[in-house]
């Protein structure tokens, strides 16, 4: 069994340690009591606490009846008081209850205990949570007091003390001193450098003088200023920071030590070693403050670091025009709009000032999730829809291009941020724009809008652009991009001149002749009319009111008006469509236009003559390049166009 110190006792059947005393016998006899023990419980479980409790409780014992078998002390007053208490509560003649008196006194010393126990263990946790200042943290925390003076912010400074009393007890009298002549003799220019760890001459001649804020006042010929110079009040708050920081790091470093070598029951060094509730409080507050300085040290740092960043940072936007202008003189108007198309979403994703120096692999599967989430036609209000695959894929393909060339001009250090990241297109997950029935053309030849408020600013113009579409295989852009001059005659034959238009490609610049159902329908007769008029635009209403197109080209509003109004009223669901895998818009009339020439079995060449798209074939693109097909063969390819 293990022995316990004299002052503990424990019961056999009881959980509880006990505190053991016993009480001198010259108070024995004075007070003729009969049991010389005193006993009472420590309420805890823990032999370590109550071995503490119980060497707290032992000292202030020891002093107090030491004191009441002396007849002196403030003690004395104590026991007169509980004495006149019992007296009048019991009304039993002028007998003392020493013993209550005795219990009343440990539940208070008892109380005190916990309360240091409390204390210290916080302060222990707190001793063993800090960690060593380095030279960067320290060197960082004079960058953020003269930040805190720079900024006109010592606030926060202040709040970093633990003994601001001390701090405060001098300030004003600093501040009155700096309004004195004897500031003004000692402040010279060479004081502005001195770290804080130094005095400054007007500090110390403040601290060898030790005048206070009375003796300034008292003589007036000392004043020079009438307000105190700002500037040294605030150095003098953040040298005294600087200065309680020194203290607690060697403060910190002293206590470890002492802690590696205490031992709290050690019965003989108790008294020397106790540390009292003040003692411990201010510990707190040191330890406290210490934390404090070293998130805030922390948070100066990361600051800083972001400050770096933001000034080394290159903004996405500014490159982004930059890329775009180098575009547009290499391609065609409409790919650059794609790009902008792209880059606007891009801005809403990570903002337009986003740091491009930051774009890594993470960023673009992050950009790559975004898109694939991205509802169809969100620009335009109609929020149904994902984009298709190719969408996506498009997207991607610009953001590729654009920080590869970013790359190349060393905005970035990393290609291919995203490479590998394109969707494989399958018939699954990729909607196959079909051919118009003969049902939905017949609809379309002979429709008109169904109130006076559908298309009322555009009625001739919507009524040219579908059948023009359905005879020449032609772009919705390229439509809205033709004047009265574009219409020429070579070898009898009307035609249509795209060779001097900014369209989607190279191949795009080419001769569409003029099918004859579009001759029978007065397309010929409303250019002559246009032309008669001195009008160049053909197509004028979509442009009325505006200085330059959308984004989305001069024909934004016959586009709308379409693949929103016209294709419903004709009975297309479209989202009966987007189930069954297809999709209906004003570009199927290109698909219906080629769809025709196939079943015919026209030739390829000539077919992608017509429509403007590149050939893949050796023979004609290499050796037959400089040739040109005849008018008349293009005629003859178009006529074969007839739903």
Not at 108 to 128: F, R, V
Not at 205 to 217: I, W
Not at 481 to 500: A, C, E, K, P, S
Request: glycine fraction near 4%; aromatic fraction near 12%.
């Amino acid at each position: 069994m293990v022995r316990l110190p004299q002052y503990l006792y424990k019961y056999p059947h009881s959980n509880n340690f006990y505190f053991k005393i016993r009480i001198p016998n010259q108070l024995i006899q004075k007070y003729s009591l009969v049991n010389p023990f005193f006993i009472s419980s420590l309420r805890t479980s823990n032999k370590n606490n109550a071995q503490r409790l119980a060497l707290i409780i032992k000292s202030n014992f020891d002093k107090e009846l030491s004191c009441m078998d002396y007849d002196y002390s403030e003690a004395l007053q104590d026991l007169q008081e509980f004495r006149e208490a019992q007296y009048e509560q019991n009304k039993t003649g002028d007998k003392w209850d020493f013993r209550a008196y005795l219990k009343s006194r440990f539940n208070e010393y008892l109380s005190w205990g916990k309360q240091m126990i409390i204390a210290e263990t916080s302060l222990t946790d707190n001793l063993s949570e800090l960690k060593e200042v380095s030279p960067q943290e320290n060197a960082l925390f004079s960058q953020y007091l003269q930040s805190s003076i720079d900024n006109n912010d010592m606030a926060k400074s202040i709040d970093l003390i633990a003994n601001k009393g001390y701090l405060l007890s001098y300030l004003e009298d600093y501040q009155e001193f700096t309004r004195s002549t004897l500031f003004q003799r000692a402040n010279k220019p060479q004081n502005i450098n001195i770290p804080f760890s130094q005095s400054t001459a007007p500090e110390k001649d403040f601290a060898e003088t030790g005048f206070g804020v009375d003796y300034f006042r008292a003589y007036p010929f000392e004043i020079y200023a009438e307000e105190p110079d700002a500037e040294a009040v605030k150095r003098f708050i953040a040298r005294h920071a600087s200065l309680e920081f020194d203290f607690k790091k060697s403060l910190v470093k002293e206590l470890k030590k002492y802690e590696e070598s205490y031992n709290s029951f050690d019965n003989s060094d108790f008294e020397k070693t106790s540390l009292s509730p003040t003692q411990l409080n201010s510990f707190e507050q040191m330890f406290d403050t210490l934390n404090e300085t070293l998130k805030t040290i922390q948070g100066f740092k990361e600051s800083e670091v972001l400050k770096e960043k933001q000034r080394n940072a290159v903004p996405i936007k500014p490159i982004a025009e930059k890329f775009m202008a180098e575009k547009s003189i290499s391609t065609e108007p409409d790919t650059v709009r794609q790009y902008q198309i792209a880059f606007n979403f891009l801005y809403t994703i990570i903002g337009d000032d986003f740091d491009l120096t930051l774009f890594d692999r993470k960023k673009s599967f992050e950009i790559k999730e975004a898109v694939m989430a991205k509802q169809s036609n969100s620009e335009k209000g109609c929020n149904k829809e994902t984009v298709s695959v190719a969408t996506i894929n498009k997207y991607l393909s610009n953001y590729g291009t654009f920080l590869n060339w970013c790359c190349s001009h060393d905005f970035i250090n990393e290609k291919g941020l995203f490479e590998d990241m394109k969707i494989k297109e399958t018939d699954k997950n990729t909607a196959q724009r079909r051919s118009y029935t003969q049902e939905e053309i017949n609809a379309i030849m002979t429709y008109e809008p169904k109130d006076k408020r559908e298309a009322k600013n555009i009625r001739n113009d919507i009524f040219w652009f579908p059948k023009i579409a359905l005879y020449t295989g032609m772009r919705l852009n390229e439509i809205a991009l033709l004047t009265v001059d574009d219409f020429q005659i070579q070898d009898g034959i009307d035609f249509i001149n795209l060779t001097d238009k900014n369209l989607k490609t190279s191949t795009s610049k080419r001769v569409v002749p003029v099918h004859s159902k579009l001759i029978s329908i007065g397309l010929l007769e409303f250019v002559k009319n246009k032309r008669g008029t001195g009008e160049k635009i053909l197509f004028s209403q979509i442009r009325e009111g505006k200085s330059e197109s959308s984004k989305d080209g001069w024909a934004e509003p016959i586009s709308k008006w379409f693949n929103r109004t016209l294709l419903r009223n004709i009975g297309v669901d479209k989202t009966e469509e987007a189930a069954g895998n297809t999709m209906l818009d004003f570009h199927a009339f290109r698909t219906s236009f080629v769809s025709i020439l196939k079943v015919k079995g026209i030739n390829d060449y000539l077919t992608r003559q017509i429509i403007g798209h590149s050939s893949v074939d050796v023979t004609y693109d290499k050796y037959g390049a400089k040739a040109s097909t005849k008018m008349s063969s293009l005629k003859g390819v178009i006529e074969e166009v007839d739903y």
